[in-house]
Each structure stands twice: as C-alpha cells, then as structure tokens.
C-alpha cells in the first residue's frame, strides 16, 4: 500500500513525509497542507468546543456595551440588532444573524457531535457534522463582529457615553477560542481515526475525494465516505462566473444607494458607502473611514477582479504564474469575509441609536444590494474548484 495521495490544491501526486514530531506536510508545489502533524488531542478539542458552547449564553443575552443617551441606558446584546431589523429588512437580519450566532454555534455543535458520531460509529452524523465544520468555518464571523463594535463605539462616542458590559468580555473569550478550535480542527484525522487510508489498499491514485479526503482509483463513489466522485467539481467555473457577474452587478446598487439613514434631530442625513467613508473623514475618524473604505469598497470590488482574473487565465490556458494564482485565490478565501463588517455596524448603531424624531439610525436600500453582494462573492470562491489553476501546469514543463 502507497501512502502516496492527489493533491487536494492542485492534484499533484505526493508522498508526503513528517520527518519531525508536530510538523505538517505540504504540497511542494502549491503549499497545500497535506497533513497536520503532531498527536491527534479529541479530547481537548471537545472541551474546547463544550466552552464555546457554555460561553455562547452570556455572549448573547448580556449587553456587550451600554450606552447613556438623552439620560436612557440603552444596552446593546449581540442579537439586538438582528431583532431590531427583523421587520423591516428581513433578508438583511437573517444574514447578520447566520454570520454571528447560527454558523459559529453550528461549528461548535459540530464538533461535538462529530465526536459523539465517532465514538457511536454513526455514519450519517459523523459525515455531516465535518461537512458542516468544513463550510461553515468561514462564515463564523465573531472577529468581525468585535471589529464592528469598536467602530460603532466610535461613531457613537459623540452622542452618548459608553460602557463595556459582561457580555463584550465572553464574546472576546468565545472568539479566541473559536480561532483556537478552527485552526486546531483537521477533518482529515477525523476521517482518518473512523477509518485510516492504509485500510484502503490501491496503488491507483486517480481521484481525490473532497468529502473525507481519500485518494482512490476511480469510481462512482468514495470507498469510504460513499460521496460522489469527481475529477473536478462538477460545473465549478459555470457556476462561479454566475456568481460572480451577480455580485457585479449588485454591486452598483450597493454603492449608489444609501447604505443607511440617520435621523438626527428631524434632519434626515442618507449615506451611500463612500459618502460615509467621507463623513468619517470630516469627523477626524481617518482610521475608521480606512477601515470602513477597505472592507466594504476595497475587497469586494477585489475578490470580483481577482475572480474574474483566474478565471480568464483558466479558460485562456495561461501556462505561468500558476503559484502566483494560487496565493491570490487563498487571499481572495481569507478576506472575504470581512465584508461583512459594514452590516454589522448598521445592526449594531440600530440597537444603540433609536430615538424617534429625536435620533434615529435605519438601513437604506444599498444595504441589501451590499449583503448581497457580500454572500455572492463568498459563494464564487468556494464554488471554484482550485485544481483547474493547475491543470495545464505539466503542459509548461
């Protein structure tokens, strides 16, 4: 039996060797990792999850700050805002709400049931709950979320005074350990403590399974997970353009619309993103308006350049800069989501700032167009399929 697998970055056949206790194994020729060394800690991993879970009630019942307006404490909880925009702009509180509660709680469960699937030799549960830890990883979005409360804190500051509650220093705990459950998780020792490679004797390596990870002769279906197998993923670049010319598209929208609406005083201020950006200039706010300007202008209108660039250079069949691509496709993954910030600072300056006539703070119409954006451009990345950048690699060589 060959130890040897596919690449699951851009389908190298590798023997990959840990030579050193804790070291990983990468692929030599798109520095994917291959496998985690070191010893496989479940245990620890559970418990770390377990306190996720324990710390997901004060993070989300008690005030992350409280703020004293017009002589009212008025207190801020991480679902206030969602609650607040529920009736008006639905489609806009169930993203928020997804990004900072559902898809980190469901990672955290995940966990647990993975390992309760595991001990129980329960198959369907075991398989589904690393499905989700393996996609919802990245929509779990607490460090963006805090991010967001600082600069509504900002924004804030010159109206009311402000107060750290108990809840913002659970939420900084329960992020700290999600960071630490998430680059911990491998889901390949998963699958590999349900049932290791070496059960799976072949010196075929023709495809490589992106559910449990097993480089197998070709089939209908993996030997061990029961997915579906294929040479690439079925439709990736249809799919991904379809995504991404929406994104393009809302774009537009999103920018020349009002992002939100702020009623102070019975003076209706509406701004778009850039005029926001611009007012926080004027305000002395230079480091929020940068801030504000990367995340919501900046790396959207990137990750559709940077798409739509690896994309032309798969359907050309460019035969360089394969790595180059590569590392700008990560990137494009890494800082998506970070979008998402914009919105959370319209849900949270909802929940703090709602006064009537007096002082008022509502979404506009740019703010859907955003959130959908924000969702398209996320779905483009993961629905591209990374090995495609290699495919005429040897074609060079």
Known sequence: MSTARLCPGCDLPVMPQVTQRGHSAYCPRCNTRLYRGGVSHFSSELAIAMTCLILFIPAHFFPLITIRLFGVMIPATL?????????????????????????PLLVSLSVVSAQ?????????LFRTSLWMIEHLKYWAMFD?????????????????????????????????????????????RYWEAWKPETDHKTNELEVHCHTCHLTQAHAESCVRCA???????????????????????????ANLFPISIFLNNGKRVE??????????????????????????????????????????????KREVNHLQRMKLYRVIQWIGKWSMMDLFVISLMVALIDRDQILDFTPGPGAIAFGVVVVLTMLSAESLDSRLIWDNYEQRT
Do not use: E
């Open 271 to 316: 701004d778009t993103i850039f005029s926001g950006v611009a007012s926080l200039i004027q305000s002395d706010m230079a480091g929020i308006a940068i801030i504000i300007f990367v995340a919501s202008i900046v790396v959207p209108a990137a990750k559709i350049l940077g798409l739509a660039f690896i994309l032309l250079t798969i359907q050309f």
């Open 227 to 253: 997915s579906s197998l294929y040479h690439r993923m079925p439709y990736s670049i249809q799919k991904t353009w379809a995504y991404l010319i929406a994104a393009a598209v809302f774009i537009f929208p």
């Open 144 to 188: 963006v979320f805090l991010v967001s409360l600082g600069i509504s804190c900002f924004k804030v500051q010159d109206y009311a005074d402000i107060y750290v509650g108990p809840g913002l220093y659970s939420l900084v705990l329960l992020q700290i350990l999600m960071s630490l459950l998430i680059t911990r998780i491998s889901v390949n």
């Open 79 to 103: 679902p206030s805002g969602t609650l607040t925009l529920a009736s008006d702009f639905p489609a806009v509180a169930i993203l928020i709400l997804f990004c900072s509660t559902i898809a």
């Open 116 to 124: 309760v699937g595991l001990k129980l030799k329960h198959f369907r």
